[in-house]
């Protein structure tokens, strides 16, 4: 296992190293230039911001240049927020958006879980019939369709929770419960699935034949293979999550790392976009290796080494 982790560490490097390489070319390709109000802007102004920002360089000067900077750690400046460290700004923004990911895929997977294993024991009954029901809501319906009417019900209506802005603990429950409605259908729908199938596999009519009881087939056999197939769905789906809904941001006025990207995007700030595009990248690698191990815990007869499952 020791070797097989170090062995991805090294890879994720590698695929750090290419995405930051592709990143940085594509974003040469874009239109425009980083400078608001460009026309308003005399030759010699334009010149001293090349100067100060290096594009002024060569494109083979400035991938050097970064890329050295990437290696000590350095992502450059933003164009846009008065010269800031890019990494201050994501270390800034990404508070709120990684609350908002963890409580919603916290919640989102544990209810879904209990509303899948529901479905499963109680197959064709009005328990199964009503965790379906949330399941397919949760998948067909936005998630900022849920949060403007929470927003009106409970927020405006009911006069429960705040409707906007992010000022403690309770800012947060709205939007966690907007956005955990997508993986609860998730989960829902796979754990019931996985776990039917279960159900009906030789070894559980066995351990039924045995006296084994309701609860035990659930816990003891069936809900570990349920999980494996689960855990591959939701570890990518914990990364949009986690590095934040532009949507359910600016629906409740949200300072997270979606908004900051998305307005980064608009405006050309390289830096910026490929800061957030890398830890985006990293997030999604950690998340994959983390999986990966999962497997090998839930399942002992998964065994990694040498980057292959046996």
Not at 219 to 230: G, Q
Not at 281 to 291: D, E, K, N, W
């Amino acid at each position: 296992m020791v070797k097989y982790i170090a062995q991805r560490l090294i890879y994720m490097v590698i695929t750090l190293f290419l995405i930051a390489s592709f990143t940085f070319f594509l974003m040469q390709l874009l239109p425009g230039t980083p400078y608001n109000n460009q026309d308003k802007l005399s030759d010699a102004q334009i010149e001293i911001m090349n100067e100060k920002y290096g594009l002024n360089k060569s494109v083979p000067e400035q991938y050097a240049l970064y890329i050295g900077g990437l290696v000590q750690g350095d992502l450059g400046v933003s164009f846009q927020f008065d010269n800031r460290d890019v990494s201050d700004l994501i270390a800034n923004r990404i508070g709120p958006s990684a609350i908002l990911g963890f409580q919603a895929m916290f919640f989102g997977t544990i209810i879904g879980i209990v509303l899948g294993i529901l479905g499963a024991l109680f197959q064709n009954t009005w328990i199964d019939y009503g965790s379906t029901f949330i399941a397919v809501l949760g998948k067909s319906i936005p998630s900022f369709v849920f949060a403007a009417l929470l927003q009106y019900w409970i927020g405006v209506k009911a006069g429960w929770l705040p409707v906007a802005f992010w000022r403690g603990p309770e800012y947060s429950i709205l939007p966690t419960i907007a956005l955990a409605m997508f993986p609860i259908s998730i989960a829902a729908r796979f754990m019931r699935t996985e776990l039917i199938e279960v159900f009906n596999s030789d070894y559980i009519m066995l351990a039924r034949a045995k006296g084994a009881s309701t609860f035990e087939i659930s816990v003891k056999h069936a809900l570990r293979n349920a999980l494996i197939p689960l855990i591959t769905v939701l570890g990518p789906l914990a990364i949009g999550l986690i590095t934040g809904s532009l949507v359910i941001e600016k629906i409740f006025s949200i300072p997270g790392l979606g908004e900051q990207f998305v307005k980064s995007i608009q405006v050309n700030d390289y830096p910026i976009i490929m800061g957030t595009t890398l830890l985006f990248s990293f997030l999604l690698i950690v998340i994959i290796l983390v999986v990966d191990i999962l497997y090998g815990i839930i399942d002992p007869r998964i065994r990694l080494a040498g980057g292959k499952k046996k």
